[in-house]
């Protein structure tokens, strides 16, 4: 039992005291593990670290139900976060949507699942994402072309979801497993070369590290930081010009919009499509461009379609969202906001 602590079992523990240093002892904080080595790893850091600070350390599976045996697996997990001392431990199924793209959908009813049980139970919910997550998800986001918050990556903290890991590579999660004698689940959609995340970690990140050198998902992870910040100043200045430019009737004022700087328009666009009822995940930099084609080209074209059934259109120097019957008709004008 003697001897000098891993140096990587210390590294995610004190990932997990910095990440939670403002939460008070007695509040609950629940590990989203999938029984990865990521997960693994911060849940027992989190215990380890939840038992000196006070803490009310559970765990959250959730079993997409994608492959077979999937409840087996989930139920494993939840025995081994038990035996680490977590408690409540939870196994929640999710039904995974049919039809979109079957890792957004799984995302997607992951976290709602996640945000409903840190409601319900009123907690602070861990994530185990690394530093390599970072770096794939900022490689993801320069391959769409989104723009400078797709290029932010993945926040620290997002409502309730924390994720302490971010500035861990997966290989110290490995160790800091071995380490600890936990055996961690190899998911095999991580091997699937079908999805885009697992050809950019297996194929494109160690061919980048080749030809440029060693560090590019270090680089790659300071990129999203700097490029979070800049976001945010952004989206807090778009959060300023939205009022000016709204009109009463719900409708955008086309002189106040053409006046904006580009990425501060952009901004109040986006928002006003959201709030009119384009889905989030559907919402790409093109239909932005278009939008923006009624500001700034306008020469009388007809509106742009936008996802969800919302349809943007120019009148008499204002912009205007409206909503449209899946079969095409026209609905109402949305006020956005």
Known sequence: MGGALDAAVADVRRAVRVALSDVAPGSRVLVA???????????????????????????????????????????????????????????IAVTVAAGAGPEAAARDARYAALNRAAERLDAVVLLGHTLDDQAETVLLGLARGSGLRSLAGMAPVTGRCRRPLLGLTRDCTERACRALDL??????????????????????????????????S???????????????????????????????????????????????????????????????????????????????????????????HVRATRRHGALRFEARQPGGGDGSPLACG
């Open 33 to 91: 593990c999938s029984g990865g080595a990521d997960s693994l790893a911060l849940a027992a850091g989190a215990a380890f670290e939840g038992a000196a600070a006070g803490w009310l350390v559970g765990g959250l599976v959730v079993d997409h139900g994608l492959q077979d045996g999937s409840a087996g697996v989930a139920a494993e997990v939840a025995t081994l976060l038990r035996e680490m001392g977590c408690d409540p431990v939870e196994v």
């Open 183 to 216: 055996k961690y689940w190899q998911d095999p959609h991580n091997l699937d070369p079908r999805y885009r995340r697992v050809r950019v970690r297996r194929t494109v990140l160690p061919v980048l590290e080749e030809q440029l050198g060693p560090g590019v």
């Open 218 to 308: 270090q680089a790659l992870a300071r990129t999203a930081a700097l490029a979070r910040a800049d976001a945010d100043a952004l989206d807090s200045l778009a959060a300023e010009l939205l009022p000016s430019a709204r009109q009463q009737d719900g409708s955008f004022a086309v002189a106040v919009l053409s006046a904006a700087p580009a990425s501060l328009r952009r901004r109040v666009l986006r928002i006003a499509a959201l709030a009119a009822g384009c889905p989030g995940g559907e919402l790409f930099a093109v239909h932005i461009d278009e939008v923006e084609r009624l500001v700034t080209n306008w020469h009388g074209q007809a509106g742009v379609d936008l996802p969800g």
